[in-house]
């Protein structure tokens, strides 16, 4: 059978999924391959692990369920833990494929692993690559990515005012079932993975599953049942419970849900249920994640340099007992503690105390920001590498906030925390541990 190879790295969906639906329309055979990249595992230069164990869970769950979704549609997925630079030359080997289909990633690290597979196949092997993980196209953007303003309003507006978003891809057809591959294939477990298995406690504000199936369920059960949507922006700031923001950003991260599916759901809400400043506010945050993922399209590895996009010449500390404190939920500062407990325990923290704890680290504390987006990186469930440095870069003030802001904590604290509920939940718990 003519067969083609799907990479999945972080577009782990069958729906609205470029890869498969130009695979499927053009090969008798498709076959979809993930690995669980060994670099992804090894520590960085601050001593962290690239992925911890909660967004490892997550991503098994993930992968769990496109399996099933997969063999239903004759589509085999092979899950491995070997560098794709030595699987899928030996995949593509070993069952013949012409092809190769995968989402284009452009930052330093995915981008040399990309490389070397293309480098390794013969030239009889066709390789299609796309950009698959944006809300406005690079194709539909107003500008250049050399042109992308330095500031997040102009490029909303300009995008709002002169791009369109392209509909939902449609899912293809289903193949024949004898494009399914005899041998089952096994998904790694935490433990093979490296890690020992762990309970999460039951007051997370992230107690889903991963996959495309827990994430449509979330869609209906937050915009649908709940219609809290609707109040998206009056609770989006909230901190306790699952239900204060949309809690979408795991599976934006890993790709079982896209920001395409997100935006069409909300504008069927729009029709049927009720259209206000809330309904557009889950839009615009889509639109942030779009602009980081710009930025780092624009300035590469700028990004993660000490100066930023901008360059700056700050002094910032290393020292790592103060980094430990902050880690540990031992600062000074018991608003900031209890998001770094949340964090240590849960792999989740909001919005709200992100940006907090991240200002703490580099406005108060002046420790360098990279070692607190390295921790971010290691700890997050919703890790995206676009995201997370960019909002890193921003509240460190090397990046693109013009005003340079530094969180007042206390005031913070008692303005989205005034009865201390949040502070109590995290802080409490640990006491008694």
């Known amino acids: 059978m003519i067969t083609a190879l799907v990479w999945l790295r972080n577009d782990v969906r069958f729906q609205d999924q470029q890869s498969f639906f130009n695979a499927c329309k053009s090969y008798e055979r498709v076959v979809a391959y993930y690995t669980f990249e060994p670099k992804d595992f090894e520590k960085t230069t ?76 013969s030239n009889k092997v066709q390789i299609f690559t796309h950009y698959d993980q944006f809300l406005f196209h690079p194709d539909d953007i107003p500008m250049d990515i050399d042109s992308i303003p330095q500031v997040f309003t102009v490029f909303r507006k300009k995008c709002e005012k002169y ?46 599953l991963g996959g495309t199936t827990s994430a449509l369920n979330r869609i209906t059960d937050y915009f649908w049942k709940s219609e809290r949507l609707s109040f998206y922006k009056q609770t989006r700031n909230g901190l306790l419970g699952s239900d204060y923001s949309s ?24 029709k049927e249920i009720q259209k206000n400043e809330s309904t557009y506010w889950l839009i615009f945050e889509l639109i942030w994640r779009d602009y980081f993922k710009y930025i780092s399209l624009k300035h590469g590895n700028a990004i993660f340099h000490l100066g930023g996009i901008l360059d700056k010449k700050y002094t910032w500390d290393s020292n790592s007992e103060i980094f430990l404190k902050w880690t540990e939920g031992k600062t000074t500062e018991p608003f900031v503690n209890a998001n770094m407990i949340e964090l240590k325990k849960t792999g989740f923290m909001s919005n709200r105390g992100r940006q907090n704890v991240a200002s703490f680290f580099a406005k108060s504390m002046l420790m360098d920001w990279r070692m607190g987006a390295a921790y971010f990186e290691q700890q997050l469930i919703d890790y995206d590498v676009h995201s997370n440095w960019g909002n890193w870069l921003y509240v460190a003030g090397v990046g693109n906030d013009p005003r340079d802001r530094k969180f007042n904590i206390k005031l913070q604290a008692d303005r989205y925390d005034a009865k201390g509920q949040y502070q109590k939940c995290w802080l409490q718990n640990t006491l008694f541990e």
């Not at 993930?62 to 699987?87: D, F, P, Y």
């Not at 494009?179 to 993975?193: G, N, Q, V, Y």
């Not at 809690?247 to 935006?263: D, E, F, Q, V």
């Open 46 to 121: 601050w001593g962290f692990q690239k992925t911890g164990k909660f967004r490892t869970r997550f991503n098994i769950e993930t992968l769990q369920s496109l399996q099933l979704e997969l063999k239903e549609k004759n589509i085999t997925l092979i899950v491995e833990k070997r560098s794709a630079t030595v699987g899928i030359p030996h995949w593509i080997e070993d069952l013949n494929a012409s092809a190769l289909f995968f989402q284009k990633e452009w930052t330093a690290e995915e981008k040399l692993i990309s490389n070397a597979v293309c480098d390794s196949l």
């Open 163 to 208: 791009s369109t978003i392209k509909s939902c891809i449609p899912e293809p057809a289903i193949l024949d079932k004898k494009s399914l591959l005899a041998a089952p294939f096994t998904i790694p477990t935490l433990e093979e993975l490296g890690f020992a298995s762990f309970d999460t406690p039951t007051h997370t504000a992230f107690p889903f």
């Open 247 to 270: 809690k979408y950003s795991p599976w934006l991260a890993n790709g079982s849900l896209s920001a395409r599916m997100i935006y069409w759901e909300v504008q069927r809400y729009e």
